[in-house]
């Protein structure tokens, strides 16, 4: 079994990666309990391009060999980003709700590479010498 290996691509350079995980993202999203469909992997490569371009913007792509076995992205969040708006019922004090560091976006690995390791592999990777290191 070939070893996972992991590469880091910052800004410009995660932008230029969607090529190379996309097909590891169809696979794995099209599984339970995501049940994905062509018309959701269209919509997530035109989310990817934008979030690509946002400040700290960061992507791991874990590796078997050649192929793509699991990817972790993510990039800075505002302080004003407001994600915790759509909490039901919940009502959260500023300073817990304020962003000041970096969201993940996604992280995902095909199987058996997930029993492996490959995600958190990647992510470790991700945030290695600091996300702006």
């Known amino acids: 079994m070939p070893e996972i290996t992991y590469s880091r691509y910052d800004g410009a350079d ?3 990666q969607l090529d ?3 097909p590891a993202y169809e696979e794995i999203y ?5 049940l994905e469909s062509p018309r959701d992997v269209a919509e997530f490569i ?11 913007m960061r992507l791991v792509l874990a590796r078997e060999g050649d192929e793509v076995v699991g990817f972790t992205y993510g990039y ?3 302080p004003d980003t407001r994600w915790w708006a759509n909490l039901q019922d919940v009502q959260l004090p500023d300073e817990v709700t304020r962003e000041d560091g970096v969201g ?5 690995s095909r199987w058996p590479s997930a029993s492996r390791g490959a995600v958190e592999g990647s992510r470790r990777s991700s945030t290695a010498n600091s996300w702006t290191g």
Do not use: I, K, M
């Open 104 to 108: 993940a976006r996604s992280s995902s």
């Open 14 to 16: 995660a932008a230029d």
């Open 20 to 22: 190379e995980f996309a």
């Open 76 to 78: 800075y969040l505002a």
């Open 30 to 34: 099209a599984e339970p309990p995501y």
């Open 46 to 56: 035109e989310h990817y391009a934008v979030q690509a371009r946002r400040p700290g």
